[in-house]
C-alpha cells in the first residue's frame, strides 16, 4: 500500500503581525527552533531552584484532599453508542481518539508510565485489544509523555498497515514495527481517504536524549473531513492560534489542556494554563473545548484536577464563555458532533 505523499497546505495572506507563524521552523539541517523567538532556556539550575529550593503554593491542598479524577464506566460502549462520523474520546493525558468520515485516528497514544517513575493515577481508560481499527497515528512532539515507544509499537503490531504521521525528525525514534511512516513540517499535510491530517505550529521544544534538543519538529493537529478537530500538543500560548483558525478554519472541537502548568515562570514558554486554553479557544474561533493534559500524571505543583474543576469554570464565567462550549470529560469519556449543533458528551465529569 502507498505511502499518501506530504503536500503543503495553501497559504493565505495574513496581517503582518502573524506572517511569522507561516515561517518555516528550520533554522539548519536538522535543527528546529520557534521562528517568533520563544525558546526553551530552562537548565539544570532552574530544575533544582523549581524541585529544591521553591515553596510549593499547593503543597498543603495536594496533601490534605484528594484529586476528582473521574474514570467513565464502559469507555469502548460509549464511543460506540455515539453516532459514526464525527466522535473524540480522552484516553487520559494526551491521548485522544478520534473518528471523521470512518477514519480512526490515535493522537499522542500512552497506555502506561509516562517514563521512569512517572506513575499514572488513573489506568488507560482503553488499551489496544479494545480500541476500534487504528487507521493512522498521528505524533506532536517527541517528549516521553507524548511518544511512548511501548504504546507505539503495541499499535503497529496489533494494526501493521497503521500509518505514522509524525513531525520532522520523530521517525528516527519510532520503534521498527513501525513501518509506514511520512514526516511532516508544519503546514504539510496528508490526505487519508478524504480526511485532511495537517501539522500545525506550536510553541514548544524537543528533547529524547541529553544530545538531541531540537533535533526534532514539534507542533499540533488540525484534522479536516466534514467536521474538524485541532489538537494542541504542547504549547505554550502563542499569536499562532488566530493564524491556524485564520488558514484552516475554525475547528469544530478543539482540544486543548488544563494541567501541568506551574510554577509559571518555569512553564508558561511550553504548557498553557487554563486561561491561556481559553484564549487559543477564541483565538481560533473553535466551537467546543475538550479539555485534556489534566488528572493522569502528577508532572508540576498544582493539583492534578486544579484546572479542570478550580480555574476554567472561574475563568470561562469571567469571559462570559457558554459552559456548554467546555467539556471536562472523565477518562475514557467521549463526544460525538456529527451536527455540531447537538454535541453529545458521554461521560462528562461536569465543572464543579
Known amino acids: 500500500m502507498p505511502l499518501p505523499p506530504p503536500a503543503p497546505v495553501p497559504l493565505p495572506p495574513v496581517p503582518d503581525d502573524e506572517a511569522i507563524f507561516l515561517a518555516s521552523p528550520v533554522v539548519s539541517p ?22 529544591v529550593t521553591s515553596d510549593n503554593p499547593f503543597a498543603a491542598e495536594k496533601r490534605s484532599r484528594p484529586p476528582q ?22 484516553l487520559g493525558h494526551a491521548s485522544v ?15 502506561g508510565a509516562a517514563g521512569p517513575g512517572v506513575r499514572r493515577f488513573v489506568p488507560a481508560p482503553r488499551l489496544p485489544d479494545s480500541l476500534p481499527r487504528i487507521d493512522a497515528v498521528l505524533l506532536s512532539h517527541g517528549h516521553y509523555d507524548h511518544m511512548d515507544r511501548k504504546s507505539l509499537a503495541a499499535i503497529a503490531q496489533a494494526w501493521p498497515d497503521a500509518l505514522f504521521v509524525v513531525a520532522e525528525g520523530l521517525a528516527r525514534s519510532l520503534p521498527v514495527v513501525c513501518r509506514r511512516v511520512v514526516s511532516l513540517r508544519w503546514w504539510e499535510r496528508v490526505d487519508l481517504r478524504g480526511v485532511a491530517l495537517t501539522l500545525v505550529p506550536a510553541q ?36 499562532g492560534f488566530r493564524t491556524i483558525g485564520r488558514v484552516l478554519g475554525p475547528p469544530d ?69 457558554e459552559p456548554e462550549r467546555l467539556h471536562v470529560l472523565a477518562h475514557g469519556g467521549a463526544l460525538g458532533f ?11 465529569a461536569g465543572m464543579a
Open 30 to 51: 536538522g535543527r528546529y527552533a520557534n521562528p517568533w523567538g520563544a525558546r526553551n532556556e530552562k537548565g539544570l539550575s532552574d530544575v533544582f531552584r523549581w524541585k
Open 69 to 90: 479524577l473521574p474514570v467513565a464506566s464502559d469507555p469502548a460502549g460509549r464511543w460506540a453508542a455515539l453516532e459514526e462520523g464525527a466522535r473524540v474520546q480522552w
Open 97 to 111: 481518539l478520534v473518528e471523521l468520515d470512518g477514519v480512526n485516528l490515535l493522537i499522542d497514544p500512552l497506555f
Open 204 to 239: 514548544h521544544w524537543h528533547r529524547r536524549g541529553p544530545f538531541d534538543q531540537d533535533r526534532a519538529l514539534w507542533g499540533g493537529w488540525h484534522l479536516q473531513g466534514t467536521r474538524s478537530v485541532y489538537h494542541s500538543g504542547d504549547t505554550g500560548y502563542f499569536g
Open 253 to 321: 472541537v478543539a482540544v486543548l489542556p488544563l494541567g501541568a502548568y506551574e510554577p509559571r515562570w518555569f512553564m508558561a514558554m511550553q504548557h498553557m494554563s487554563p486561561e491561556d486554553s481559553l484564549r487559543a479557544l477564541e483565538d481560533m474561533g473553535a466551537g467546543h473545548l475538550l479539555a485534556m493534559h489534566w488528572g493522569t500524571f502528577d508532572l508540576t505543583d498544582e493539583p492534578l484536577d486544579h484546572g479542570a474543576f478550580t480555574l476554567m469554570p472561574e475563568i470561562a464565567a469571567s469571559r462570559g464563555l
Open 338 to 348: 456529527v451536527d455540531p449543533a447537538a454535541v453529545v458528551p458521554t461521560g462528562q
